[in-house]
């Protein structure tokens, strides 16, 4: 998403058409007339473009009317350069934006992320219960074992191969192994259309040019949320990117929180793997990735948590992200169920501040910072306590 970012910020740079052309322009000439390319991209490139995109005009029209533009236009070219100012106008009318290509190299980069950390859980998994690989139908040689100076080596090398041969491979194959072989169960989001369109857009882009493929089609028919054809172009904006992350991400932490409850049992383990599920959520919420929070709420099993704690902050969290997400109709009446009396200060502060009662949740924070019992560092940056910095901006003005 960093990446992403950077590029929408830059995105007008990037696909700069003037730029480009310069820059092929300089690639051939050591000097160049700076007018003679602003009159080229102003007037003669658009033409061109409109040509080309022109599906009413013949090839034998569309190449006069080329040629008629050219005419009027040659005579400001520098002479012996014209056809090095041309074609590399040209080029940068035939050539598609950058910005899209860039979003769709992304998506593949997310895959191929998510694709690694499943082998990464398998690996873990078979580290701590080895005897799952003596159902693998991986056979070994004698030959092959008497390579390895220690059994440790052996198995590590064992371990390997089941992983890559479990990554050959689908999506959906991923998942049912490692429920049937170590019963771990993805969330509920991994068999839902979103997910699995990411991962077929994927496929698309790195095997069809980005196209619709008949594969793409296949996978996604039983869903009622498909609806393109074979060969339409499968856009990746920046809105379907981070959408995108959001939904892989949840994928990967139902996966890991699935492993981790599974094989977890030391209670300073769980604690710790608990607390990083819930600091994931509260990280999320800062950098304002409120549509993953909702879905980690929603997806993630907080059921199978022994930390109250963790399960409440999760919570809150997540109230706190429908709240952002224009959806807090849905999550009112749970808010305002939730029972407070025996609890936390920061909990009773979340209750008031989530129901809009300003008055006596700032002034529960404000004693709450001067008694050390919320950090200022929190009272900043924690998104929930947006209108109690708002309100205090205006006491304070």
Not at 358 to 380: C, F, N, T
Not at 386 to 391: F, G, N, S
């Amino acid at each position: 998403m960093r990446l992403a970012r950077y590029v929408k910020e830059r995105a007008e740079e990037i696909d700069d058409a003037k730029l480009r052309a310069k820059q092929l322009i300089e690639q051939r000439l050591t000097e160049i007339d700076e007018h003679a390319i602003e009159e080229l991209m102003d007037s003669f490139l658009p033409f061109v473009r409109d040509s080309i995109d022109d599906e009413n005009l013949s090839e034998e029209e569309r190449d006069e009317a080329v040629s008629k533009a050219l005419t009027e236009i040659v005579g400001s070219l520098p002479d012996g350069a014209i056809s090095s100012y041309l074609e590399s106008v040209i080029r940068v009318a035939g050539s598609p934006p950058a910005v899209p290509m860039l979003y769709s190299s992304l998506v593949v980069s997310l895959v191929g992320e998510l694709e690694t950390l499943v082998g990464e859980i398998t690996r873990a998994l078979y580290e701590h219960d080895p005897i799952k690989l003596e159902d693998s139908e991986r056979q070994f040689k004698w030959s092959e074992i008497a390579a390895f100076g220690t059994l440790d080596e052996f198995r590590a090398h064992a371990i390997e191969r089941a992983v890559e041969a479990m990554l050959h491979g689908s999506f959906s194959d991923w998942l049912g192994f490692l429920q049937t072989k170590f019963d771990v169960k993805a969330p509920r989001l991994a068999a839902e259309f979103e997910a699995i369109e990411i991962v077929q857009r994927r496929h698309a882009i790195v095997h069809a040019g980005g196209l619709a493929s008949r594969q793409y089609l296949d996978k996604l028919s039983k869903f009622k949320e498909l609806d393109v054809a074979l060969e339409d172009e499968l856009e990746v904006t920046f809105e379907y990117l981070a959408r995108a992350a959001d939904v892989l991400l949840v994928v990967a932490l139902g996966l890991v929180s699935s492993a981790g409850f599974k094989v977890c049992k030391q209670d300073e383990i769980v604690e710790a793997f608990e607390d990083a599920i819930a600091n994931r959520c509260f990280f999320l919420l800062q950098e304002r990735r409120f549509g993953a929070v909702k879905m980690i709420v929603e997806q993630v099993p907080r059921d199978r948590m022994k930390s109250e704690s963790s399960r409440l902050i999760i919570q809150v969290n997540g109230w706190i992200a429908m709240k952002a997400l224009g959806e807090f109709e849905k999550c009112i009446k749970e808010v305002k169920a939730f029972d407070v009396s025996a609890r936390s200060n920061d909990m009773v502060l979340a209750k008031l501040t989530l129901l809009g009662e300003i008055k006596p949740a700032y002034a529960l924070a404000r004693k709450m910072v001067d008694s050390g019992d919320l950090k200022q560092e929190h009272w900043l940056t924690w998104p929930l306590l947006e209108d109690l910095r708002e309100h205090h901006r205006k006491l304070t003005a």
